[in-house]
């Protein structure tokens, strides 16, 4: 099993601003932010990519998705719109090796995901 900061940050070994947390699920500001909204959604099951989802563990993308989008709607900003990204492996942008959505929001997005 691989250790990760994102393994770190569930077992509470070291501090995150968590903003959603379940028995499935944990959800915190990202320390890099790459907009106004930075928020890491994560499973608690060790899923390093998105390659490695199987048909038993392929429900956990709806649940982070489904969970970003309630974080987006109680914040308020899911009206004016937000970016719901998954990064894959090294050359897809992936730096930690846990599966993560980003949820990013609070100001318009340019075509890659930064703000413009």
Known sequence: MTDTIFHKIIRREIPADIVYEDDDLIAFRDIAPQAPVHVLFVPKATIPTLDDLTADTAAVVGRLHLAAARYAREQG?????????????AHGGQTVFQLHLHLLAGAPLGRFGTPR
């Open 77 to 89: 900003f899911a009206q004016d719109g937000y970016r719901a990204v998954m990064n894959c492996n």
